[in-house]
């Protein structure tokens, strides 16, 4: 084959194919497949409502209670400015590290006072253990998903929608793991002991891997062709994620249905899921092959050389530069607040200040909160839905696995829609995010109105909208203000998200929660023996009114936020009609052509030099004639 070097070459062939792995390894496409790995093990924060039941009966809490440790795990999972700031003038291992960290430490305290090791903390560290652990989601996503970005800015969406959508699907991972290695009659500590070690492992495993790298072949000028091959392996991935979502719905639906599954076939359903889950180790192997034997002209010396040629002119040219516009020194230059409130235009390379401080982040702020709260409230009181609606538990653990397979689906559409209507129709994609938001209105008012069985369609349409909300918004982040600074903004974005959760699912959903249920209690309507309690009363409620106010709220702001993403794609329409990545393949082509001049001076010293040493050697030739002449 290729990398047998000759009939004879054993040892050869052994070398070659050891450099083909290294390079496979250090490629920007097993980057890809790591960054895969680290997204699919980092949404434990998704299966919140399987081991919420076995917090709140261990500790004894109310459901008010409940929501606030949910607040504070939303608030870690989102809030990554630090990680951003960190990413900022770190490599990304270092965050990455860091993350694996905090996961281990938060997840496991949590583990240890559920399960009884510890004594029983109280509710403030408890909030503290959750908001760590869940923080780690944040270092995940800066430090492999950012840097995916940035490896492939020119199929942003894409790449967003893909991670997205394997964080996502980490939800319903993690359950089938968790039912393959502890069984289904677990009481949900020991998932939330595998939440522990699993993600850090995995990012301890991947962090040397992780790292900004050169533009591929395709993206320097190697053609329209080249462009269309890395653009069709990203649909394989794309095939290979729908292949296990398929997998990990029909495993659902047939645990569902067949009562006993034995133990034995969850070791057979795990396995084929790890199978599943390397499987784009094959696309990776085919797209680096491609670059192992047609290296980019990016990587060779004479680019190296194109580029140190082109640095020296520059800094020849400052001093006349400097002369010719001496009299520019005399303007004052703008002061920082000045430069704050004086943005470049949309799609150049915002500062941090600049970005937070415009009028587009405002608005698209402003209907994260509205869209984003809605659905993640519903997911994290999804266990508490399916029993006030009495719901078996089987089924609300189904619930769970249905949000996360469509969490993945929503992620995925979102991000491969959304750029093909962008780059065919040049569609705004707010206007996509407004479409989702209205669709999710849909879903809290099937839990509102309590419609028999509509939960199931509930949990699919929540899950689809929640997931499909995330690669639009972080698209529209990076396009709208640049990626010098994507890691900081894009987690300020996401702050969004633990400040709707709060208001919607501690103030709104827990506090009317609780206050049916008292009321409840005081009419004697309910009695579930072994639940949280709080004052010495039962606080369980059950029915159709423990949530109907709180989601037909929920319905009115999420429609509130459909509006205002309305009027951000109003206010973009003009940007998104441009060129988008006009500057991207401008700066492809400039070093295509740099690679190319360079390459020409090299082959030009390169022919001089050999007519020199010809010179040279009839030189020497005539004299040794002539001395033989003498002779």
């Not at 396995?271 to 085919?286: H, S």
Request: with cysteine.
């Amino acid at each position: 084959m290729a990398f047998g070097g000759g009939s004879g070459g054993g040892g050869e062939g052994l070398a070659a194919t050891m450099r083909f792995g290294a390079h496979v390894v250090r490629g920007r496409w097993f980057m890809f497949f790591a960054s895969i790995l680290i997204m699919a093990a980092a949404g434990g924060t998704y299966i919140f409502g399987i081991y919420s039941k076995a917090i709140k009966t261990s500790l004894g809490y109310d459901q008010q209670t409940l929501n606030t440790l949910s607040f504070f795990k939303d608030v870690g999972a989102n809030v990554g400015i630090l990680p951003g700031l960190i990413n900022e003038v770190t490599p990304p291992w270092v965050v990455l590290a860091c993350g694996a960290g905090m996961n281990l430490a938060g997840y496991l305290m949590i583990y240890l006072a559920v399960s009884g090791h510890t004594a029983r903390p109280p509710v403030w560290l408890m909030c503290v253990y959750i908001a760590v652990g869940a923080n780690s989601q944040s270092f995940a996503n800066t430090g492999a998903l950012v840097t995916a970005v940035k490896n492939f800015p020119e199929d942003r969406g894409v790449v967003l929608g893909l991670l997205k959508g394997f964080v996502g699907l980490s939800g319903a991972i993690f359950t089938q793991l968790y039912r393959a290695i502890y069984g289904v009659e677990d009481d949900g500590a020991s998932l939330v002991l595998l939440m522990a070690w699993l993600p850090a492992a995995i990012s301890l495993l991947f962090i040397p891997t992780i790292r900004i790298m050169p533009r591929s072949p395709a993206a320097a000028g190697a053609g329209p062709a080249a462009r269309r091959r890395e653009r069709k392996a990203f649909f394989y991935f794309l095939y290979a994620s729908i292949v296990l979502a398929v997998y990990l719905l029909v495993m659902n639906v047939v645990e569902l249905e067949v009562l006993g599954f034995p133990k034995p076939a969850y070791y057979v359903t795990a396995t084929v899921l790890l199978l599943l889950i390397f499987f784009p180790l094959v696309i990776v192997v085919k797209q680096e092959l491609s670059t192992y034997l047609n290296p980019s002209p990016a990587t060779t010396p004479a680019t190296r050389s194109a580029v140190t040629v082109i640095t020296v002119d520059e800094k020849k040219e400052k001093p006349q530069a400097a002369e010719d516009d001496g009299d520019d020194k005399a303007a004052p230059s703008p002061t920082c607040l000045q430069d704050v409130f004086r943005p470049p235009a949309r799609g150049e390379d915002y500062t941090i200040l600049q970005a937070l401080f415009s009028v587009d982040m405002l608005v698209l702020f402003v209907a994260t909160i509205c869209g984003v709260g809605g659905t993640l409230t519903a997911i994290d009181n999804m266990g508490q839905i399916g029993q006030s609606l009495g719901y078996p538990q089987r089924s609300i653990s189904t619930f769970v696995s249905l949000v996360s397979i469509w969490n993945y689906a929503g992620r995925v559409v979102a991000g491969f829609a959304s750029e093909y209507v962008l780059a065919r129709y040049k569609v705004p994609r707010p206007l996509a995010l407004t479409v989702v938001l209205v669709l999710a209105c849909a879903g809290h008012l099937l839990i509102a109105l309590g419609v028999s069985n509509g939960l199931y369609a509930a949990s699919v349409i929540l899950g689809f909208c929640f997931g499909a909300q995330w690669p639009l918004l972080f698209a529209i982040i990076s396009e709208v203000f640049g990626l010098k600074y994507y890691s900081t903004i894009y987690n300020f974005g996401a702050v969004a998200s633990p400040v709707s959760s709060y208001i919607l699912n501690v103030r709104v959903t827990g506090r009317l929660y609780d206050r049916e249920a008292e009321r409840q209690l005081a009419a004697g309507a309910v009695a579930v023996a072994g639940a949280a309690r709080k004052g010495g009363r039962d606080l369980t409620c059950v029915g159709v009114g423990c949530f109907r106010v709180s989601f037909l709220i929920i319905a009115a702001v999420t429609l509130l936020g459909a509006a205002v993403s309305l009027l951000l794609a109003w206010r973009t329409r003009n940007f998104y009609r441009g060129d988008l990545y006009g500057k991207f393949r401008e700066v492809a082509a400039a070093t295509g052509e740099g690679a190319q001049q360079a390459k020409k001076v090299d082959d030009d010293d390169a022919a001089g030099e050999t007519s020199r040493v010809a010179v040279a050697g009839d030189t020497d030739g005539g004299a040794r004639g002539v001395d033989g002449d003498k002779v």
